[in-house]
DNA sequence: CATCCGTGGGG
DNA sequence: TCCCCAAGGAT
């Protein structure tokens, strides 16, 4: 079947099944000349990198209607933006977001460029969303590649390579289906058929507009593609975190550095997180073991943090940290294993 | 090219 | 319970 004959078939399934979304114009729109906010575009790609759609609603929202324009985000206190993103992860992702906002104010006047290759220079932005923004808010038939392209490709075309050796393959594959008509719908309608038909366990082949001409589906191998080169266990290591709260409701935090794990978020001070980690308190205080440890696992390793607890009188100085008000202090503005620590934390003390 | 970087939901 | 994986990017 010819490349031209799938990428029509495919387009008019997405005009009859495209997803709605909150940073999307439908294909009816789109047609009607409506374009997207490359704004709106841009910041919803950010959030969707390795991150699911059901995470990303919420957040998306939250940003748009506090910061509506990118000036207004590159004008954001920074720390405001990390707590509102405090949750979703990957927090280099937040930090890349705001740098990207002011650069785009004092570089290109606050417009997105328009190309896939002035996009690519932007910090945070790398060839799936250069590729994404391009497509989407401005019609360049640029290629996006994300998991589900992959996935889609490495079954339409049979492609048993293992990823990631077969990115660049899957990318051609990918690139000679790209219209040169509606090739930000087309990039969508991809994703979607990934997302919602051709899903990693059991794909719908039943409903799909490519059926006939999918090789893996005709080889009876659909479900087994993309190969994955294996990866490796997660280690498993502690640590100690401390909370101490002041007679007044104040309780230690500290900011962590901007590189590295959970970098430029808030958290509660602590030891460092290996085999054999030592005790490191961060002021002199009766600590209280809470009986409970906090379980989390990041990309590459579980934790298991132990918890220590103090009530420490007006007055106190800690030896790292900053003691945050009691009305100051937003649990959510923490990520997700300091929120964690708190919630057990504030249970024990009950 | 390999490693680091979060989180929550589904099977 | 555990593993997979989701609209990846930076180094």
Request: contains cysteine.
């Amino acid at each position: 079947m010819r490349d031209e004959q799938l990428s029509h078939d495919l387009l008019a399934w997405y005009d009859r099944h495209a997803r709605v979304m909150p940073w999307r114009v439908g294909p009816a729109d789109r047609r009607a000349g409506v374009r997207p906010d490359p704004y709106a575009v841009w910041m919803s790609e950010v959030m969707l990198q390795q991150t699911t759609v059901a995470a990303v609603r919420d957040y998306f929202h939250r940003f748009m209607a506090r910061w509506p324009t990118v000036g207004d985000l590159a004008a954001a206190e920074d720390g405001d933006v990390m707590a509102e993103w405090a949750g979703l992860g990957y927090y280099a992702r937040a930090r890349n977001l705001l740098k990207c906002a002011r650069a785009v104010v004092a570089d290109h006047g606050g417009q997105f460029p328009d190309s896939r290759e002035g996009l690519l220079a932007l910090p945070g932005v790398g060839p799936y969303t250069a590729s994404a923004v391009a497509a989407i808010a401005f019609d360049e038939p640029a290629t996006v590649v994300d998991g589900n392209v992959e996935r889609v490709m490495s079954r339409v075309f049979l492609v048993e390579t293992p990823l990631p050796a077969a990115k660049p393959e899957l990318t051609d594959l990918a690139a000679r289906l790209t219209p040169q008509d509606r090739p930000g719908d087309h990039a969508q309608a991809v994703m979607d058929l990934g997302a919602t038909v051709c899903t990693p366990k059991s794909p719908a082949c039943g409903i799909c507009p490519w059926m006939e001409p999918c090789t893996a589906r005709a080889e009876g191998v659909q479900a087994t593609l993309p190969r994955k080169t294996p990866k490796k266990a997660k280690p498993t290591r502690l640590g100690y975190a401390y909370l101490a709260r002041r007679a007044d409701g104040a309780w230690l935090l500290e900011r962590r550095p901007d590189r590295g794990l959970l970098g430029g978020m808030l958290g509660w001070p602590g030891s460092e997180w290996n085999d054999a980690p030592a005790e490191a308190p961060p002021l002199d205080a009766r600590w209280r073991d809470v009986g409970a440890e906090v379980r989390h696992t990041f990309t590459h390793f579980h934790l298991r943090l132990a918890l220590r607890v103090a009530d420490v009188p007006a007055g106190t100085r800690p030896d790292r940290g900053t003691f945050v008000p009691r009305a100051e202090f937003r649990p959510a503005a923490l990520p997700t294993v300091m929120r964690k620590a708190y919630d057990l934390a504030v249970t024990a003390l009950d």
